[in-house]
């Protein structure tokens, strides 16, 4: 079930382009920063960033160490809320909501693939895809259509019943998304998503991406790591705390990146 789409916000003092969302628009952020207090200093971890990304869109955050990319992806995966600015989910604005409400929304409208893949190391794979819908409330017998549906479709039909230590690491991350697909959110949100993984298994998890970008799905990779995000269509890239650039990526200009 999706988030009521609400309607554009109007132009502000505060923020003279925060014209809201647009239609087909999934991610949009006005001015967004996060600012840290650590003993009598403040830490500007995101400086007004200002994002627009669209249903359907592949997309990478990159940045090194330290340059924001991962505080930026807990405030779009509603993990945390901003000290300043605004960001609208699917139509609807998650930057004041509270704790309880943010975990709604992320178990709703967003799908998390993690480098260490956070299974339950005594769940098969069927019960680990299965967890968000228990959380929500799905009777059972629907809950496990749904999680063996989504097995499948990842190529795991045949490891529903084995824990992740009797898997790979490239079968473990496609459990894990596969648990990220089955609430049929409205992005996946991947933190590093081959991290773990060697160069030949990182190919074929990459690949799976692209699978699930063609059938429509809205997709943000966040990484370090420049040949990653160029598997994407366009890239993102953060320094100190800003938006350095925002371009196609090198599939589609068909040359290299500089980051």
Same mark, same amino acid.
């Given at each position: 079930?999706a988030i009521e %789409?609400?309607?554009?916000?109007q132009?502000?003092?505060?923020?003279?382009?925060?014209?809201?969302p647009?239609?087909?628009?999934?991610i949009?952020?006005s001015?967004?920063?996060?600012t840290?207090?650590?003993?009598?200093?403040?830490?500007n971890?995101?400086?007004?960033?200002?994002?627009?990304?669209?249903?359907g869109e592949?997309?990478?955050?990159?940045g090194?160490?330290?340059?924001?990319?991962?505080?930026?992806?807990?405030?779009?995966?509603?993990?945390? =809320?901003?000290?300043?600015g605004?960001?609208?989910?699917n139509?609807?604005?998650?930057?004041k909501?509270n704790?309880?409400?943010l975990?709604?929304?992320?178990?709703?409208?967003?799908?998390?693939?993690?480098q260490t893949f956070n299974?339950?190391?005594?769940? %098969?794979?069927?019960?680990?895809?299965?967890?968000?819908?228990i959380?929500?409330? %799905?009777? &059972?017998?629907?809950?496990?259509?749904?999680?063996?549906?989504?097995?499948? =479709?990842?190529?795991?039909?045949s490891?529903?019943?084995?824990?992740?230590?009797e898997? =790979?690491?490239g079968?473990?991350?496609?459990?894990a998304?596969?648990?990220?697909?089955v609430?049929?959110?409205?992005?996946?949100?991947?933190?590093?998503?081959?991290?773990?993984?060697d160069s030949?298994t990182s190919v074929?998890?990459m690949g799976?991406?692209d699978t699930?970008? &063609?059938?429509?799905n %809205?997709i943000?990779?966040?990484t370090h790591?420049?040949?990653?995000?160029?598997?994407a269509h366009?890239?993102i890239?953060?320094?100190?705390?800003s938006v &350095?650039s925002d371009?196609?990526?090198?599939?589609?200009t068909g040359q290299?990146?500089?980051?």
């Amino acid at each position: 079930m999706a988030i009521e %789409t609400l309607a554009p916000v109007q132009p502000t003092t505060e923020f003279p382009n925060a014209d809201g969302p647009h239609p087909g628009d999934v991610i949009v952020t006005s001015n967004l920063w996060k600012t840290y207090v650590m003993g009598d200093q403040q830490v500007n971890a995101l400086r007004g960033v200002n994002l627009r990304i669209k249903h359907g869109e592949y997309v990478a955050i990159m940045g090194p160490s330290g340059s924001g990319k991962s505080t930026l992806m807990n405030l779009i995966g509603c993990l945390d =809320s901003p000290s300043k600015g605004s960001y609208w989910l699917n139509g609807h604005d998650v930057s004041k909501l509270n704790d309880d409400e943010l975990a709604r929304i992320r178990n709703k409208e967003i799908g998390f693939v993690f480098q260490t893949f956070n299974l339950l190391a005594r769940a %098969t794979s069927l019960h680990n895809v299965e967890l968000p819908l228990i959380y929500n409330g %799905t009777p &059972a017998a629907e809950r496990t259509a749904r999680a063996r549906a989504v097995l499948e =479709s990842v190529n795991l039909g045949s490891r529903m019943m084995h824990k992740p230590n009797e898997l =790979s690491g490239g079968q473990r991350q496609r459990v894990a998304i596969a648990r990220a697909l089955v609430n049929s959110p409205s992005i996946i949100l991947a933190d590093e998503p081959t991290g773990n993984l060697d160069s030949k298994t990182s190919v074929e998890i990459m690949g799976l991406f692209d699978t699930l970008h &063609a059938k429509g799905n %809205t997709i943000v990779v966040v990484t370090h790591e420049p040949d990653i995000a160029e598997y994407a269509h366009r890239v993102i890239t953060i320094r100190d705390g800003s938006v &350095a650039s925002d371009q196609p990526s090198s599939r589609i200009t068909g040359q290299k990146l500089s980051h």
